[in-house]
C-alpha cells in the first residue's frame, strides 16, 4: 500500500478539526491563506500552523494599510499611490485598519497561551474578517488604478520638484 503525501494526510487532519471545531473548507482556508504549505513541514499542532499562516497574512496586510494610512519612511511606490486614494476610501482603509488591529492584538494572545479552542476560534474569525476585509480592498484597489495615471504622475513630480 502506497504510504499518503504529506498534503494528504493534512487534508484528513483538517477534515478532523473542521467537525470538530466547525471550521472553513481546507479549498477556502487553501484559496485565502496557502495553508497547503504547512504540509511541507511536520508540525504536532496543525491548528497552531495554520493560525500562523492566517497571522502573518494579516499581519502583512496591517502594514500595507498602516503605510497608506500614515506614508512615513516607506518607497516612494507608497506615496504615489496614497495620492490616488480618495477620502472615502481612505475612511474605509481605517476601518479595516482596526479590523487588522484587533485580529493582531489576538494573535499575541494566543501566541503567550495555547488553547485548540481559541485557536479554533481565532480561524473562523479571522476567515469571516478577511472575506469582508478582501472585497473593501479589492474596491480601495480598483478606485487606485483607476485614478492612477491622473494622481500618480503628479505625486512623483510633487515629491522631486
Known amino acids: 500500500m502506497e504510504k499518503e503525501s504529506g498534503l494528504e494526510e493534512m487534508k484528513k487532519e483538517y ?9 472553513p473548507s481546507f479549498n477556502e ?3 485565502d491563506f496557502h ?3 504547512i504540509a511541507e513541514n511536520e508540525t504536532e499542532i496543525l491548528i497552531r500552523e495554520i ?6 497574512k494579516m499581519s502583512n496586510y496591517l502594514r500595507v494599510v ?8 516607506v518607497p516612494m511606490f507608497v506615496f504615489s499611490t496614497v495620492k490616488t486614494i480618495n477620502s472615502e476610501d481612505k475612511q474605509k482603509l481605517s476601518e479595516i485598519y482596526k479590523k487588522l488591529s484587533k ?3 489576538n494573535l499575541i494572545e494566543l501566541d503567550l497561551k495555547f488553547s485548540e479552542e481559541k485557536e479554533a476560534d481565532f480561524i473562523k474569525e ?3 474578517t478577511w472575506q469582508e476585509i478582501k472585497e473593501e480592498l479589492l474596491g480601495i484597489i480598483e478606485g487606485i488604478k483607476k485614478n492612477w495615471d491622473s494622481k500618480s504622475e503628479s505625486a512623483i513630480k510633487g515629491y522631486f520638484g
Open 15 to 23: 477534515g478532523k478539526l473542521t467537525e470538530k471545531h466547525k471550521l
Open 66 to 73: 498602516e503605510a497608506f494610512l500614515n506614508p512615513s519612511n
Open 51 to 56: 493560525r500562523r499562516y492566517i497571522g502573518e
Open 29 to 31: 482556508m487553501n484559496e
Open 103 to 105: 485580529s493582531e492584538i
Open 126 to 128: 479571522s476567515f469571516k
Open 35 to 37: 495553508i497547503e504549505k
